[in-house]
Nanobody
């Protein structure tokens, strides 16, 4: 099995910064795409940022220029650096990781437990 552990959420004032981390562990052969999603109260879960195995990235228009996704393959970890935070960034943030399982060589996707980000003065 594979476990994802998220960290880094919290309360921050508008204009502030936070860095989220999501570490994968378990029966991992390799990791393909790593994503960050978020879900605000009463809204659907939305894709925020994507990074593929080659390091190519993509972002939702609402966070372009403010958020940066990165990964450390040696640590099986994906990060989301969030700058210039706005109240509308308030949500539970989830990592989503596509893992090649070492036991059967197939790809499975896993979700983190979610971490709350609140942007408020």
């Amino acid at each position: 099995q594979v476990q994802l552990v998220e960290s880094g959420g919290g309360l921050v004032q508008p204009g502030g910064s936070l860095r989220l981390s999501c570490a994968a562990s378990g029966s991992i052969f390799s990791i393909n795409t790593m994503n960050w999603y978020r879900q605000a109260p009463g809204k659907q879960r939305e894709l925020v940022a994507v990074i593929d195995s080659g390091g190519s990235t993509d972002y939702a228009d609402s966070v372009k220029g403010r958020f940066t996704i990165s990964r450390d393959n040696a640590k099986n970890t994906v990060y989301l650096q969030m700058n210039s935070l706005k109240p509308e960034d308030t949500a539970v943030y989830y990592c989503n990781v596509f893992v090649i399982w070492s036991l059967d060589g197939r790809e499975y996707d896993y979700w983190g437990q979610g971490t709350q980000v609140t942007v408020s003065s």
